[in-house]
């Protein structure tokens, strides 16, 4: 099963969508920077509360859908 491949670069601070492995697994991200092969760095809170930083594919970050207030 192949998912289209994505054209967005989001840059540094943006704020985006990342869908992890199983797709129930959103989470919502700040991108802090462009790793190496295809990747990024980005910063999400934790499950206790802290935040940590990971490095996910780009193919995996989509942009936020707009809010109620936008």
């Known amino acids: ?4 491949k994505s054209a967005w670069l ?3 601070g943006t704020l ?6 199983s797709r129930r697994s959103l989470r919502n991200v700040r991108v802090l920077a ?3 092969a295809g990747r990024m ?3 999400a809170v ?10 996910v594919k780009q193919t995996n970050l989509a ?3 707009p809010d109620l207030f936008d």
Do not use: I, K, N, W
Request: charged share 20%; hydrophobic share 40%.
């Open 41 to 43: 760095v980005v910063e």
């Open 1 to 4: 099963m192949s998912r289209a």
């Open 46 to 55: 934790g499950r206790q509360g802290v935040l940590v930083r990971l490095t």
């Open 63 to 65: 942009p936020m859908q």
């Open 10 to 12: 989001p840059p540094a």
């Open 34 to 36: 462009e790793a190496s």
């Open 16 to 21: 985006a969508t990342y869908r992890g492995r």
